[in-house]
């Protein structure tokens, strides 16, 4: 069974078929965030603590971290302000953490800092990417986010997607990273622009489950973009990709909506044992007049939970592909 393993410097999670759904939390990403950006550049990291502890106490499992707050000379700015906020979100939080950045200067600075097995978020199909990229993953033993794209761009062809999926898992092999620690983002389409998104995302998943082996994650809400109560809909695509193999998400977990659809799907896939976590989330919950609830349910935490203690892909991932 395929199992990546995510640590903090206390914390461990496992992201695998047989586990509770892996929820990255999105929001620490300035990313199409004009005021966190402005906030960040100015040294101000108070929206950066508040987001960390929210989702922590929301139930992420994982929190990703972004510090790209300029398109301009990134190279300059990123690896100091990157460093500097995976300090404060590991100081604040004991879930393991995603450096996320298209620099790679400042993805080798952040995994100097780092504590436990955090995850890198990302490379590409690009070759000059995984030259750069796999040496690092493979000097600080931690897994991969592998993007389904190169030099060409995104293709619209699922099978081209797939075909760059596996390249990048053969040339981790040719740097000894093995199949479990590369998680796959088969990049999800928006249904509003693209009719068969969903349809074309089931059948990857199954694909990179059944014959490259590997676990895989998304920006989530990249399915609903352009599209009315995104909520709504996003909600409906969890159970679904979990149903055809994803494994792990980047997504909002402040989202009562979007966490009840990936609990409830633990519970029908079997990852929540005898029901546990969803009774013991729920079991206080009651629907008021109109179906509006009268209370937020409990939070509990579990192996495969986030801990209280504490966009593409939400919008962000097409701008970071486009700087590069």
């Not at 040294?43 to 603590?49: A, K, S």
């Not at 989702?55 to 398109?71: K, P, S």
């Not at 890198?120 to 000097?139: D, Q, R």
Request: charge should be neutral; aromatic fraction near 4%.
């Amino acid at each position: 069974m395929t199992r990546t393993i995510v640590a903090s410097a206390t914390r461990e999670i496992i992201i695998g078929f047989d586990q509770p759904f892996c929820v990255i939390g999105e929001r620490i990403n300035p990313t199409g965030r004009k005021k966190l950006a402005a906030e960040m550049i100015a040294g101000n990291f108070d929206t950066v603590i508040r987001d960390a502890l929210e989702q922590a106490a929301c139930g992420a499992t994982m929190l990703d971290v972004n510090a790209g707050v300029t398109a301009v000379d990134p190279n300059a700015t990123e690896p100091a302000l990157l460093v500097q906020t995976l300090e404060i979100v590991q100081g604040l939080v004991d879930l393991p953490l995603s450096i996320d950045s298209s620099v790679t200067s400042a993805i080798e600075a952040a995994l100097k800092v780092a504590k436990g097995r955090p995850l890198v978020n990302s490379v590409t199909g690009e070759e000059e990417k995984l030259e750069a990229i796999l040496p690092l993953v493979k000097k600080y033993n931690v897994p991969v986010v592998a993007i389904s794209n190169d030099e060409t761009g995104i293709s619209m062809d699922p099978d081209v997607r797939f075909a760059v999926a596996k390249k990048i898992v053969e040339r981790c092999a040719d740097f000894g990273i093995p199949a479990h620690d590369v998680v796959v983002d088969p990049l999800v389409m928006p249904i509003g622009a693209l009719g068969d998104a969903g349809r074309q995302v089931f059948a990857l998943l199954r694909r990179l489950r059944e014959e490259l082996k590997v676990n895989t994650t998304c920006g989530l809400s990249n399915i609903s973009f352009g599209l009315p109560h995104r909520h709504g809909i996003n909600a409906a695509f969890i159970p679904m990709v979990i149903g055809a193999g994803m494994t792990s998400a980047i997504m909002n977990p402040v989202r009562p909506q979007e966490m009840e659809a990936v609990r409830g799907a633990n519970v029908l896939n079997g990852t929540d044992e005898n029901c546990t976590n969803w009774i013991r989330t729920y079991k206080d919950y009651k629907p008021a007049e109109g179906g509006q609830a009268i209370a937020a349910p409990t939070q509990v935490n579990t192996p495969g939970e986030g801990n209280g203690n504490g966009g593409r892909r939400r919008g962000g991932r097409e701008a970071r592909m486009a700087r590069g």
